[in-house]
């Protein structure tokens, strides 16, 4: 029911997606519980219902009539979708497959996706990233970006999320920015990979050296630097790719993806990588989207590598089992 929700939902311009399982939970307010598992409510690029829409006519209805969230458990996590739809489903997955190791573990979700927005945030990416485009984003670009994730974590909270996250690394450029306000809580996808390593105990490579961590991402997210952020708080030391790197390797492996060349992105990804390791870097986070998937999963150089989705993926069923427990 998922998968084919989710393949409903690619064809739709902006589309939420809630999920509920009755194990996860005991309805306290039957008016408040959706009968069914999976229900794709179609919203225009305001975020409102359209009602022109017959297939929805009848949940439209009663969502008119009734001005709560549409979920009310107190797990209930909301996800604000960024850069493209697939790390939104990537994330989904891995929730998806962590809750079945444990029944216990599942959460009520509500997931807001904006194409528009997805768009914005690709141009900028771009814009910053690519060899043939590097013009700085103007002021007014960050503000219509910030305006429109506030927008989508507001409708979340509304919605009734009690936790809410974003699968999507340059989207954490404005992360406190978005969330100023919020009533709910938020997971930071740094600070969930930070305290992750950080719990993992890991030792220097090399004696008397300090705790390095590699950071692979674009120039935009390298630029924000929130990871930097993050896991020097923890007491890491950040290795992130020198300039000759980022020009050779890094940007060009970007720019090869784009015109659909995986070979030669392959192999700028793995000189990336090696120059990283090389200075004794006790792993690397891949944090970007485009090249998460780049180099096949055998590939002996990922076994040096973490992905930050399945961190934030990890805390975010923490929470919810957390928020079931203290809710019930």
């Not at 993806?257 to 390791?277: P, S, Y």
Request: glycine content about 4%.
């Amino acid at each position: 029911m998922l998968d084919r929700s989710l393949q409903m939902s690619l064809n739709c311009p902006s589309y939420l997606l809630v999920r509920q399982r009755t194990l996860c939970y005991k309805r306290l307010n039957p008016v408040r519980a959706m009968p069914p598992s999976s229900v794709i409510l179609h919203t225009d690029e305001s975020g409102k219902f359209p009602e022109s829409r017959k297939t929805c006519n009848s949940l439209i209805a009663s969502l008119s009539s009734y001005d709560g969230p549409l979920l009310s458990a107190p797990n209930t996590v909301g996800i604000l979708g960024g850069l493209s739809v697939d790390s939104t489903l990537n994330l989904l997955r891995k929730l998806v497959h962590l809750s079945k190791e444990n029944e216990a573990k599942c959460m009520p979700f509500v997931v807001c996706s904006d194409p528009v927005l997805n768009r914005e945030l690709s141009s900028l990416e771009r814009s910053s990233s690519s060899l043939c485009s590097r013009n700085e984003p103007s002021q007014s670009d960050h503000t219509r970006i910030v305006e429109n994730l506030r927008s989508k974590r507001v409708f979340l909270e509304k919605s009734g999320a009690h936790c809410i996250v974003m699968p999507c690394h340059i989207s954490h450029s404005w992360h406190d920015e978005v969330f100023k306000g919020c009533s709910v809580h938020s997971l930071h996808m740094a600070e969930c990979v930070a305290r992750e390593l950080k719990e993992a105990g890991l030792k220097p490579l090399e004696a008397g050296s300090p705790l390095r961590i590699g950071v692979l991402a674009t120039d935009a997210t390298l630029k924000a630097g929130f990871y930097q952020e993050k896991l020097q708080i923890e007491g890491f030391e950040v290795v992130m790719p020198d300039k000759a790197t980022m020009e050779h390797a890094v940007i060009p492996a970007i720019d090869a993806l784009n015109r659909k060349d995986m070979e030669g992105a392959r192999n700028l990804l793995r000189i990336a990588l090696q120059v990283l390791l090389v200075r004794a870097v006790n792993t690397v986070i891949i944090a970007s989207d485009d090249m998460r998937d780049v180099l096949p999963r055998d590939d002996p150089l990922l076994k040096k590598c973490i992905d930050p989705m399945d961190a934030l993926a990890s805390s975010t069923i923490k929470w919810a089992q957390q928020a079931a427990e203290e809710g019930t």
